[in-house]
């Protein structure tokens, strides 16, 4: 049964008790939000009593906006006003051509034996230059390639020596305000070519077995230069010496080229590393201090590789008067030298006119067997062969890798160009360098053809032909950088950190492609203004807390061209320091996202070096 109706009034007095409850819970709503979203103090009268009522109209309230959404970058380095404010001077025209590890005054302190003195000799951390390396006045942008093989400004490199001293041979002439390149050489004063072509007449240097070469003593590098145009690539070097600026004038045409000597320290190579090493009158001393310049020649010539040797004492029966030595000193030389790698297990090939050929053997089977017999060289104990920063040379000979049959090739045998530089390494395939898979450098090789594509989007000037040439990689990895731009003319020195986690440097050449070992908290062994572009992978996050980002960063302004750019990747913590440093350094440049997005920590850094030179006042100063 139903219960009783209510009646009518209970009913209006309910509905005013919940209108009136509803009513105070919004305008409580109301004025709650306008206090948490703006300024609390907004919502106090002047004067307040029990009895005041706050009186909010809708046409005259002027309570506090929201405040303004900050989009300012909160994520930054720590930094000290000093560091804001550090400016770099220019330094003094003097230092225009400063090769820190290779300063001729330096040098003096050490032996001269063995030409220790040429080599390295860095500055104590004290002795550190803090200013910017000025271009000579008049400096220009050097010659497009192919043009820069055979021309170079003078004002780039302001030195009349050789042209005098090697006028004779070819090598290099003065026309007005440029010097031309005709492609000789001391014993090749017909030209590079012609000489190549005697060399090809002997050896297949066509078929893409030869991919890479090393000069020894390379001069103004001419056979470097040549050899490109038959797709062998030539690391070429040269001691800092009295033949002033050689090794300058091989960058300045666009060829690749380090400063360096044959002393008492391994060359800057892994094992294993080139087709081909050559010497034309380098007059390096082969046959002396028990073989070892050429035990170490050895160490970096891959097997079946070759070693050319032409100039004194090959041909000595028809050059003995013109080199002004006699006949009996230069057959006791060559003697010498033909037992030197005799005992290294090469075997002479050919001997014709001025040139001479030997070959490395592709395993140490029958070697083992003749050392056995001779022991000289022994064999080195097992040991690393591809440490090659501040290593002293041996007299023992490398091993090569082991092998089941004379006719296998010792570490694996590699493809012919151009097919070696995407097929997997025989360091990789053969498990030698850990971590790295097959899998993991296909992966990677892919990965550089996808960030050189991100890269041209944001510097349309690397699809450019002709806008650079000299590419440093300061942290090469796999080559992926230098692979994804084998299609360009340009070429790319890969430099792998000798404070790098896994050296990588064997795979690079094993690819067919070119590098150095070389510690970033140190000057490179190579001249001011190398490099037109410069990519810097990771390299601050490597050397945080080893050495100051300023000092790197002022050995990059050392050696990069005015106009050049550098493409830096890192960590968003390591770019904002190194962009203050570089916005010091008068370079302009713009942080950009990673080509995956903005979420990645790691970002891009584009920058470019702004053209400027000595004053021509100091210029003038320094020729009179």
Not at 397 to 402: N, V, Y
């Given at each position: 049964?139903?219960?009783?109706?209510?009646?009518?009034?209970?009913?209006?007095?309910?509905?005013?008790?919940?209108?009136?409850?509803?009513?105070?819970?919004?305008?409580?709503?109301?004025?709650?939000?306008?206090?948490?979203?703006?300024?609390?103090?907004?919502?106090?009268?002047?004067?307040?009593?029990?009895?005041?009522?706050?009186?909010?109209?809708?046409?005259?309230?002027?309570?506090?906006?929201?405040?303004?959404?900050?989009?300012?970058?909160?994520?930054?380095?720590?930094?000290?006003?000093?560091?804001?404010?550090?400016?770099?001077?220019?330094?003094?025209?003097?230092?225009?051509?400063?090769?820190?590890?290779?300063?001729?005054?330096?040098?003096?302190?050490?032996?001269?034996?063995?030409?220790?003195?040429?080599?390295?000799?860095?500055?104590?951390?004290?002795?550190?230059?803090?200013?910017?390396?000025?271009?000579?006045?008049?400096?220009?942008?050097?010659?497009?390639?192919?043009?820069?093989?055979?021309?170079?400004?003078?004002?780039?490199?302001?030195?009349?020596?050789?042209?005098?001293?090697?006028?004779?041979?070819?090598?290099?002439?003065?026309?007005?305000?440029?010097?031309?390149?005709?492609?000789?050489?001391?014993?090749?004063?017909?030209?590079?070519?012609?000489?190549?072509?005697?060399?090809?007449?002997?050896?297949?240097?066509?078929?893409?077995?030869?991919?890479?070469?090393?000069?020894?003593?390379?001069?103004?590098?001419?056979?470097?230069?040549?050899?490109?145009?038959?797709?062998?690539?030539?690391?070429?070097?040269?001691?800092?010496?009295?033949?002033?600026?050689?090794?300058?004038?091989?960058?300045?045409?666009?060829?690749?080229?380090?400063?360096?000597?044959?002393?008492?320290?391994?060359?800057?190579?892994?094992?294993?590393?080139?087709?081909?090493?050559?010497?034309?009158?380098?007059?390096?001393?082969?046959?002396?201090?028990?073989?070892?310049?050429?035990?170490?020649?050895?160490?970096?010539?891959?097997?079946?590789?070759?070693?050319?040797?032409?100039?004194?004492?090959?041909?000595?029966?028809?050059?003995?008067?013109?080199?002004?030595?006699?006949?009996?000193?230069?057959?006791?030389?060559?003697?010498?030298?033909?037992?030197?790698?005799?005992?290294?297990?090469?075997?002479?090939?050919?001997?014709?006119?001025?040139?001479?050929i030997w070959r490395k053997p592709i395993n140490h089977?029958?070697?083992?067997?003749?050392?056995?017999?001779?022991?000289?060289?022994?064999?080195?104990?097992?040991?690393?062969?591809?440490?090659?920063?501040?290593?002293?040379?041996g007299t023992c000979l490398t091993?090569?890798?082991?092998?089941?049959?004379?006719?296998?090739?010792?570490?694996?045998?590699?493809?012919?160009?151009?097919?070696?530089?995407?097929?997997?390494?025989?360091?990789?395939?053969?498990?030698?360098?850990?971590?790295?898979?097959?899998?993991?450098?296909?992966?990677?090789?892919?990965?550089?053809?996808?960030?050189?594509?991100?890269?041209?989007?944001?510097?349309?000037?690397?699809?450019?032909?002709?806008?650079?040439?000299?590419?440093?990689?300061?942290?090469?990895?796999?080559?992926?950088?230098?692979?994804?731009?084998?299609?360009?003319?340009?070429?790319?020195?890969?430099?792998?950190?000798?404070?790098?986690?896994?050296?990588?440097?064997?795979?690079?050449?094993?690819?067919?492609?070119?590098?150095?070992?070389?510690?970033?908290?140190?000057?490179?062994?190579?001249?001011?203004?190398?490099?037109?572009?410069?990519?810097?992978?990771?390299?601050?996050?490597?050397?945080?807390?080893?050495?100051?980002?300023?000092?790197?960063?002022?050995?990059?302004?050392?050696?990069?061209?005015?106009?050049?750019?550098?493409?830096?990747?890192?960590?968003?913590?390591?770019?904002?320091?190194?962009?203050?440093?570089?916005?010091?350094?008068?370079?302009?440049?713009?942080?950009?996202?990673?080509?995956?997005?903005?979420?990645?920590?790691?970002?891009?850094?584009?920058?470019?070096?702004?053209?400027?030179?000595?004053?021509?006042?100091?210029?003038?100063?320094?020729?009179?």
């Amino acid at each position: 049964m139903a219960g009783p109706k209510p009646s009518k009034p209970s009913i209006i007095r309910t509905n005013i008790y919940s209108l009136t409850l509803i009513l105070f819970l919004c305008i409580f709503s109301y004025l709650f939000g306008l206090w948490q979203h703006g300024d609390p103090t907004s919502l106090l009268p002047a004067t307040t009593s029990a009895t005041t009522v706050v009186d909010i109209a809708c046409s005259t309230a002027t309570a506090t906006a929201p405040k303004a959404i900050d989009f300012t970058a909160h994520h930054v380095a720590a930094t000290s006003s000093e560091a804001v404010m550090k400016t770099y001077p220019l330094c003094n025209i003097s230092y225009s051509e400063y090769t820190p590890c290779q300063d001729g005054k330096r040098s003096l302190k050490f032996s001269r034996r063995r030409l220790i003195y040429r080599e390295r000799h860095c500055p104590a951390k004290n002795e550190l230059l803090k200013c910017r390396v000025p271009a000579p006045y008049g400096y220009r942008n050097p010659f497009a390639w192919p043009t820069s093989r055979d021309l170079v400004w003078y004002a780039n490199v302001p030195h009349k020596e050789l042209t005098v001293e090697k006028a004779v041979q070819n090598w290099i002439r003065y026309e007005g305000d440029r010097f031309r390149f005709p492609g000789g050489g001391t014993m090749f004063p017909n030209g590079a070519d012609a000489y190549i072509d005697d060399i090809g007449k002997l050896i297949n240097l066509n078929d893409g077995s030869i991919r890479t070469a090393i000069d020894t003593g390379c001069g103004v590098a001419s056979w470097g230069a040549y050899l490109l145009s038959r797709n062998i690539i030539t690391m070429s070097f040269a001691p800092r010496d009295t033949h002033e600026a050689q090794v300058q004038f091989a960058l300045e045409r666009g060829v690749p080229a380090l400063i360096g000597v044959l002393a008492a320290e391994r060359l800057p190579y892994p094992s294993r590393a080139f087709d081909m090493a050559h010497c034309s009158r380098c007059l390096i001393p082969w046959n002396q201090f028990g073989g070892i310049y050429l035990i170490e020649v050895d160490r970096v010539l891959r097997p079946g590789g070759y070693w050319i040797l032409s100039g004194p004492p090959i041909n000595w029966k028809k050059h003995a008067r013109g080199w002004q030595r006699t006949k009996e000193d230069l057959n006791k030389e060559q003697t010498a030298i033909e037992n030197v790698a005799k005992s290294l297990c090469w075997e002479k090939i050919k001997e014709k006119g001025d040139i001479a050929i030997w070959r490395k053997p592709i395993n140490h089977l029958n070697c083992k067997t003749n050392q056995k017999l001779s022991q000289n060289p022994p064999f080195c104990p097992v040991q690393d062969p591809d440490k090659a920063w501040y290593t002293q040379m041996g007299t023992c000979l490398t091993r090569l890798p082991e092998v089941s049959s004379n006719r296998e090739t010792a570490g694996g045998e590699l493809a012919k160009w151009p097919q070696r530089l995407n097929a997997v390494p025989p360091r990789i395939s053969k498990g030698t360098v850990k971590g790295i898979t097959p899998e993991i450098f296909q992966q990677n090789s892919e990965l550089w053809k996808k960030r050189l594509s991100y890269y041209k989007t944001m510097n349309n000037q690397l699809g450019q032909s002709g806008r650079y040439r000299n590419i440093l990689d300061m942290n090469a990895h796999l080559g992926g950088f230098a692979a994804a731009l084998i299609d360009f003319p340009v070429w790319v020195m890969n430099v792998v950190p000798a404070e790098a986690k896994i050296n990588t440097l064997g795979v690079i050449y094993e690819r067919g492609l070119i590098g150095t070992y070389t510690n970033w908290c140190e000057a490179m062994s190579t001249y001011p203004r190398t490099y037109d572009l410069i990519h810097a992978d990771s390299v601050f996050s490597l050397y945080k807390d080893r050495c100051e980002t300023e000092d790197i960063l002022l050995e990059m302004d050392r050696i990069l061209r005015p106009e050049g750019g550098v493409i830096f990747r890192d960590d968003v913590d390591e770019l904002v320091k190194v962009k203050r440093i570089i916005d010091a350094l008068k370079w302009q440049s713009q942080i950009v996202d990673h080509e995956d997005g903005p979420l990645e920590r790691e970002k891009l850094l584009f920058a470019v070096k702004l053209y400027w030179t000595a004053p021509a006042e100091e210029a003038a100063s320094k020729s009179s």
